[in-house]
């Protein structure tokens, strides 16, 4: 699992409230990522790290923002959560390109 | 990124070989086929990938046709714990791509006792 957690595991909040996801890795990882899965989807990109301080949007980043200020640790935030952004979270590391991606056990996120 | 098609769902025995194809016809040269799996509710594992070359590891093995355009993956011997989606992935391994993947719709593959 390339020592991957996530925390909160489960979370369930109201509409308006901000909610902050955590991915932390123990091995290293240059690359970080935040995907979404919905019910009858892939997953999707949300935003990823391609080292401390240096991150970018990918195709589903509106209503997202991230931070990585240290290596290990890769923080999602829905500043506003609202009712479309009920859905399961993962977090994925790699150290390169060209390798593979590991993924963290997901976090569900529930907003009413 | 070169888009992948996969059928929707497939059914295999138990202890049977599952093949699943895919197709990507518009892959370029510097595009790596990646195959990976996600067993209900869990976070999606890497399984193999290849660039021309056949591969084969302790879970998988994957055939490239010779013009690149399709491949296939095989489950040697399926078992109960190989019921997942699995998802066909092409994936620049350039340092443009970030590492980035995108995710389709995968196949189901249902294997039954």
């Known amino acids: 699992d390339a020592g991957i957690t996530q925390s909160p595991r489960h979370k369930v909040t109201e509409t308006g409230t901000p909610v902050t996801l955590r991915c932390h890795q123990t091995?290293?990882?240059?690359?970080m990522y935040w995907y979404r899965q919905d019910p009858g989807h892939g997953l999707r990109l949300i935003h990823y790290?391609?080292?401390?301080?240096?991150?970018d949007k990918g195709e589903v980043s509106d209503g997202y923002s991230v931070s990585r200020s240290k290596t290990e640790d890769f923080l999602l935030t829905l500043e506003s959560a609202t009712s479309s952004q009920t859905s399961v979270y993962f977090c994925?590391?790699?150290?390169?390109?060209?390798?593979?991606?590991?993924f963290g056990p997901g976090t569900r996120l529930t907003v009413t | 990124d070169a888009k992948t098609t996969q059928p929707p769902s497939m059914d295999c025995a138990e202890g049977r070989a599952a093949n699943l194809p895919c197709n990507h016809s518009?892959?370029?040269?510097?595009?790596?086929v990646y195959w990976y799996r996600q067993i209900h509710s869990q976070g999606p594992q890497y399984i193999i990938h290849?660039?021309?070359n056949n591969e084969t590891n302790e879970m998988a093995s994957l055939i490239i046709t010779e013009d690149r355009k399709s491949s296939t993956l095989i489950l040697p011997h399926a078992t109960l714990r190989d019921t997942a989606v699995y998802y066909c992935?092409?994936?620049?391994?350039?340092?443009?791509?970030?590492?980035?993947?995108?995710f389709g719709q995968g196949t189901i593959l249902t294997v039954h006792p």
């Open positions: 994925a590391v790699t150290s390169g390109t060209g390798t593979r991606q590991y």
């Open positions: 091995e290293n990882h240059r690359y």
């Open positions: 790290s391609y080292g401390v301080k240096d991150t």
């Open positions: 518009t892959i370029s040269g510097n595009e790596y």
């Open positions: 290849g660039l021309k």
């Open positions: 992935i092409v994936r620049d391994a350039g340092g443009t791509s970030y590492g980035k993947l995108t």
